[in-house]
């Protein structure tokens, strides 16, 4: 039986350190009001030391790969202090940011707004790089008129994609792994989308991770039970609750969820 996936989202902006530029770690609500954590090695340190499965690091500013030496070092920092799979996003371009980053210390790297401006991005690093390695990160938020339609631009561009469709688009094109955010959700820990998690699941057959809105360590159980997702990813959860990856593991396990308990 194939166990579940705990994993924690390290949200990532740079900050002025001096005469360069640093990686910290923040949380947000929506997408928007960046507060501020620490240090994304420190955290991630933690994190492996309570089992969780990978790691999903966001690069929320999306500065392009080429320009972002404090991300690729980042990065090269996560690959060499920390064991665990790593998946990097944010900023992805073009099959050469692929390159930095899988060379950098990535297993996988998430496209999202790239796919949406040339889906055949996702099928040109599938080719290069083996589908195992390409990620599809699909925002979703509701619209006025009460549709769920993908976004772009943290939250605030509505490209009128239908996600179930556009996530069978990305698989077909490629896409290893879809990674589904409902922005509305983000920080809120009122739950998650577990409704549009299920159809997702029932469109495409690849791992769906579900993130956005885990509150308390039951919304993890609603993920999986509910949702049908493969893992389920949260940043503010981990930063700013009680319970660690430890302890959500074992609610996990107790709830009848397969999931990795030892080493």
Same mark, same amino acid.
């Given at each position: ?103 950098? =210390? *990535?297993?996988? #790297?998430? /496209?999202?707004?790239?796919?949406? +401006?040339? &889906? @055949? ?8 790089? =083996? *589908?195992?390695? #390409?990620? /599809?990160?699909?925002?979703?938020? +509701?619209? &006025? @008129? ?8 943290? =939250? ?108």
């Amino acid at each position: 039986m194939v166990k579940k996936r705990l994993i924690p989202k390290l949200l990532i902006v740079n900050r002025p350190f001096g005469k360069q530029e640093i990686s910290v770690l923040v949380t947000t609500v929506g997408f928007q009001g960046e507060r501020q954590v620490g240090d994304p090695v420190s955290q991630a340190k933690i994190y492996e030391s309570q089992l969780v499965d990978e790691l999903l690091v966001l690069n929320i500013n999306s500065l392009p790969i080429g320009a972002n030496r404090a991300l690729v070092e980042l990065v090269e920092r996560l690959a060499t202090e920390t064991f665990m799979p790593l998946t990097v996003g944010g900023g992805v371009a073009d099959l050469r940011d692929f390159a930095v980053l899988l060379e950098s =210390g *990535a297993d996988k #790297v998430s /496209v999202n707004t790239a796919a949406l +401006r040339d &889906p @055949d991005l996702v099928s040109q690093a599938a080719r290069v790089y =083996g *589908a195992q390695c #390409v990620v /599809v990160s699909i925002d979703v938020r +509701r619209q &006025p @008129d009460g549709r769920m339609t993908v976004v772009s631009g943290r =939250g605030t561009v509505d490209e009128g994609h239908d996600p179930v469709i556009w996530a069978r688009e990305m698989v077909d094109r490629g896409a290893g792994e879809i990674i589904l955010t409902d922005v509305d959700r983000d920080g809120g820990s009122a739950g998650l989308n577990t409704a549009l998690c299920r159809a997702v699941v029932d469109a495409v057959n690849v791992p769906v991770i579900i993130s956005g809105g885990c509150g308390v360590a039951n919304h993890f159980v609603e993920g999986f039970a509910d949702g049908h997702a493969e893992g389920v990813s949260a940043g503010t959860y981990f930063s700013f609750r009680d319970q660690n990856p430890m302890q959500t593991r074992s609610h996990i396990a107790n709830a009848g969820i397969p999931i990795r308990l030892l080493t």
